[in-house]
């Protein structure tokens, strides 16, 4: 990360509320998935909202509350590495859908104007270990649900008006705190840019080549603008493809200080973008690479970092033909930072962690899958020197598990969050509760 | 409770019981003038028949593995022995092997039968998703109990090898859901094969896929027609039914007259009410796309009124609501293990949902309606046990294994064949590297009628599909 950035980023930081309580987790098996590794039989203390010691030889401070963690895992506060949590609720209604401009604006188009801290999903994620979101935006899909549903899919990124290279934008992303009653839960705005090559790139750009045509072309658009604003606001400009607020929100992308998240699928197009971000020196993100594992030793030597799903085993279309289970151990083995994300279905959060142990079956070293589900998400958002491992002055993010988080009957005991300890309740667990009382003639709205 | 005692919730129908005329209708019919077949779907009950035959087997016996039966039973370090396509013996350490068998180390390992998934688009919604392929829905009208989702299936779906590797060795693969009647589902065996019928599953009975809800009459509404509403959805049903039951009684006055050998006009044949039909008739499962508590119990008011039984309710999200029920009516319900609020329907679906249901006496299924769900059902059993067991409903795993195996077998339709570690069933068989129930487990070896059908670990049966060769990957996925 450039110098530059990181005061830039910093500058992005919103302070977290501070908490006074002083906690000590012990008797934890701590996975740090710090340099300090996996910690046997230790201790983490929280203390002001920050992990103030964490060791086998930690003692607890004085008048710390203390946690016995009885042997369990501790883990670092899992990171949801792109999702729409706290932009959407319901993904067939419309009107609860915040991660899409819906066809009226590109790259200007910015998640963080509309999460939503009192979204019922968020008590849902942090009920899977989940602690901070990425959030970042689509260019338009269909409003879905059952997988026998996809008879109807609607394209709004393809714009209502908009020019399609202003379309191939799906806009900025954000990093949310997903802490209860927190009221400005976003810490890190303007993220990333956003922007759906491959299949979803060909729905607007009409094929894969001329999307990339069309981004290249709009790359090139926003440096004469930047270079020549003056000449923009005397209308002396030459016509752009782009709309000013669209050419100003990527003024940061083409100064190489904003990564470009690119959602792609097959490896020759991945080779295309890993050069367009050579020649344009663009700071990459890949989403998706169902086809990374063909081209692992060029994302490493790139130092271009991958978002992947690793349940993605389909020659679902044919930009993934070559999709594979052990997509994330052989990027890992060649050296590339990947991290992994669950459905973009939001109860499927949970599912990150659960792709995360598929990961592990399927080749992957436990400690990797570990880090690709905290540490790197951050270290790829450019958040690591805040959260994603246990270690003295982060954000006291940390999840006690009743087994290893990866299983499939395990769950989180306790969740704390920039330290504090999160409530446990989410509305299915209410709507569980209520079901399994027993009927005592009343309706069940009056339990 | 064991598995047997929730089976006796799914209070169906067992099989396949063939629509035959009355016995004395091929005479009379001769004497007064034949009907050729494609006219009386009685004298043609089966059009499209099974050419399914078992891969070649040898006599095969896993040794030392921990065996879920899927009856109730978990043997630890037991023994299956599988001969002849058939289950021959399941017992615990030292029950006898053939001399001549192939012996299976499964120490270590975990034995099931084979998966079930009851709601599948596999082939009907094929890899590659293009729009050449999309077959599932024929959504031109809310009524289309007239097509058969096995004339859409690809065979060369590379998705029904993902599925095997995951242990799925039955499917039943549905139409979708855009329609109040949707077509008939088609039952296979999960065997590469280069026809359906090749695949299609001996004797069993046909399901017919309904859907409550928001799907059909959003898809007909948009397009300004009937129904568009949800009052609109139940109206629908009960006009099919109206005309289904006229028909039926039509045809039966038909075949009442000829066996008298009274002259008798045969009523036209119709292939809509033909399946509806058959569903009063008994011999269809009514397979209920519905996931809210108040629309299923919409749909049981609707199955008392024309006398019919209502096999399973997909999806079902709402099923915790009703347990009771649905327990009283012995039907089946078919869900996920948390995949909810992605439309105001599924917006109540609750982890626990399949272990209060399974509580409250119901037969319960785990499905996927998708290609990479259907992968690892295991897990999602296990990740629905677990949202029980921590409030405290202590469902094993001998249990919840019969939520993947045994019960969706009951629900449509083959359980006296298969779906459980019985002797006389099909062999159909999982060997797991770990407890099915971890997310780490992989299956290792997959048997179906006694054939090895999937070896993890040697390519020789790891089958590809046509359509993957000299593709990226080769056809190769783990």
Partial sequence: MSRALLLAAAALFVAAPAFAETVAITNAKIETVGPAGEIANGTVVIKDGRISAVGAGVKAPAGARIIDAEGKVVTPGLIAASTNLTVAEVDGVKETRDDQSGGKLGAAFDVQYGVNPASTLIPLARQGGVTRAMVTPIAGRGFGGDEEDNLVTETAGAGDGLAPAAGLFAGQAAAVRLSANDTDPVFKTRAAMVVDLGDAGARIGGSHAGSLILLRSALADVRAYAAHKDAYERGQSRAYALPREDLEALIPVVEGKMPLLVRTSRASDIRQVLKLAREEHLKLIIEGAEEGWLVAPELAAAGVPVLIDTEADLPDQFESLGSRLDNAARLQAAGVTVAIEGSRDFDNLRQARFNAGTAVANGLPYGAALAAVTINPARIWGLADRIGSIEVGKDADVVIWSGDPFETTTYPTAVFIAGAEQPKGTRGLELRDRYAKPADGMPSAYH | ?478
């Avoid at chain 2, 009856?71 to 599988?82: L, S, W």
């Fill in chain 2, 1 to 478: 409770m064991g598995a047997l005692a929730l089976l006796a919730g799914c209070e169906t129908t067992d099989g396949a019981k063939p629509a035959t005329p009355p016995a004395s209708s091929s005479a009379a019919a001769h004497e007064q003038k034949a009907l050729p077949r494609g006219l009386d779907a009685s004298l043609n009950p089966d059009p499209f028949p099974s050419t399914y035959t078992p891969m070649p087997s040898r006599p095969t016996a896993i040794v030392g593995a921990n065996i879920l039966t899927a009856a109730g039973q978990e043997i630890d370090g037991g023994v299956v022995v599988m001969a002849e396509n058939r289950i021959l013996a399941v017992g615990p350490a030292g029950t006898a092997v053939p001399a001549g068998a192939v012996v299976i180390d499964g120490k270590g390992k975990w034995v099931t039968p084979g998966v079930i998934d009851a709601h599948s688009h596999l082939g009907v919604y094929p890899s590659p998703a293009v729009q050449a392929h999309s077959d599932g829905n024929e959504a031109t009208d809310p009524n289309t109990a007239y097509v058969w989702a096995e004339h859409s299936i690809w065979p060369e779906d590379p998705g029904f090898d993902r599925a095997r590797a995951g242990g799925v060795t039955t499917l039943e693969v549905l139409p979708g859901s855009a329609n109040l009647f949707g077509g008939r589902a088609a039952i296979v065996k999960n065997v590469p094969a280069i026809t359906e019928q090749a695949m299609k599953f001996p004797g069993a009975p046909y399901g017919l896929k309904m859907a409550c809800g928001e799907n059909p009459k959003r898809v007909y509404g948009s397009k300004g027609r009937s129904p568009s509403t949800a009052m609109g959805n139940v109206a629908g049903y009960r006009k099919g039914w109206i005309d289904a039951a006229d028909y039926t009684r039509k045809w039966d006055d038909y075949h009442a007259k000829v066996s008298k050998g009274e002259k008798a006009e045969p009523p036209k044949r119709d292939l809509t009410l033909d399946t509806l039909s058959g569903v009063l008739r008994g011999d269809i499962r009514i397979q209920n796309h519905c996931y809210r508590a108040d629309e299923m119990a919409t749909m049981i008011a609707i199955s008392h009124e024309f006398g019919f039984h209502i096999a399973m309710f997909h999806h079902a999200s709402e099923a915790y609501k009703i347990a009771p029920l649905l327990a009283k009516e012995g039907i089946c319900i078919a869900t996920w293990a948390d995949w909810a609020n992605f439309k105001m329907e599924s917006y109540d679906g609750i982890e626990a949902n399949a272990a209060l249901a399974h509580r409250g006496g119901v037969c319960v299924v785990i499905h996927s309606d998708d290609p990479i769900i259907t992968q690892h059902l295991n897990q999602e059993a296990a990740i629905a046990m677990g949202a029980g067991n921590r409030i405290g409903l202590k469902i094993t795993e001998a249990e919840a294994i019969a939520w993947i195996t045994a019960n969706p077998a009951k629900a449509i339709g083959v359980l006296d064949k298969t779906g459980t570690l019985e002797p006389g069933k099909m062999a159909d068989v999982v060997l797991w590297s770990a407890d099915p129930f971890s997310i780490y487990a992989k299956a290792d070896k997959v048997f179906i009628d006694g054939a090895l059908a999937f070896d993890r670990f040697d390519p020789r049966y790891q089958p590809k599909s046509d359509f993957e060769l000299g593709q990226p990957g080769e056809g190769a996925f783990q």
